[in-house]
């Protein structure tokens, strides 16, 4: 059967979240023994019809679907969980003094860039879109256009933009306040964007992802997507609080940049409500509360992934019983 005719698609979706990737790079890593246990060995680029990631799950996103074949979905995750224990240090470093940096950060990024760049380069080196082993969408925003972009690969057609895989990696994790955003043209035409994170727009992709499915596949039935968060904070503000603030208040970060952090939770529970009532899809979704762990996305401090490492496992044991679903049906669909 051609793919536009596939009987069921499934789509694997990853949010944003900096450090907290750890997370589904821990599930996806046990995800692919249950599914190795049960004989079903079809690497990830071929299992999912549509990978798609926000920020960090884009990183994640690109590196499970960048050739060579021969690249084991092991040696993928093994690189990427090297990553973010060991890597995410120079990226977010730590400051000699961590008062001094906080009122920086008021006034101009908080990282460089530069150490975020540098790896990408390495492990991306002139990879395109082109080049990439299955349909991928990733969210960004453009500040030149002051709307959302979605970088996009479609195996079938070269109808969508170039781009350097390292340079949408790296659009889609400039996350505002933290890095400085990402200017890169397309290869296609020239065109010059001005790329920030895309989780200020669809920190979840999930439903980007679905909505990139129905057209590339549109005669399917069904759709079975795997979302995957990067652990989710509770948070509460006084309103008698809220009322006094103005513009410094909506976005300090030294209070979680409120606005920011307000459109990125409602877009994702807006989206997970339209999925949920889609009759054609089946979500599969995979969130951890981190009460009690630092939520930040830059603590990159040997203790917190070590909490975020202790997170994972606790999602994985939480879940047993939907992920045995969940591999019953990566693994009876009908092609």
Known sequence: MTKKGKDIVNILSIDGGGVRGIIPCIFLNHLRKEL?????TTPFYNLFDIVSGTSTGSLISLMLVKPPKEYSDEDR???????????TKDIFPQAKCETLQNVKHLVRPKYSGRPLKKLLRQNFKDLTLRDSLTNLIIPSYDMISMRPYLFKQHMNNNYYPNFFLKDVGLSSSAAPTYFPPVNTKSLSDGHTYCFIDGGVS????????YTYAKKIFPSTKKFNILSLGTGEYERSYDCNKVKKWGILGWMNPLNKIPLLTAFMDSQM???SYILN??????EYR??????????EMDDSSSRNISFLKGKAAQLILLNRYQINQLVKALSTRLV
């Open 36 to 40: 190795d246990n049960i004989g079903n």
């Open 77 to 87: 995750l093994a690189l990427l969980i090297d990553l973010y224990e060991n890597k």
């Open 202 to 209: 669809c920190n979840n992709p999930s439903l980007c992802a």
């Open 269 to 271: 529970e807006g989206d």
């Open 277 to 282: 009532s889609t009759d054609d899809v089946k």
């Open 286 to 295: 995979f969130e951890i509360s981190l009460n009690g762990v630092s939520s």
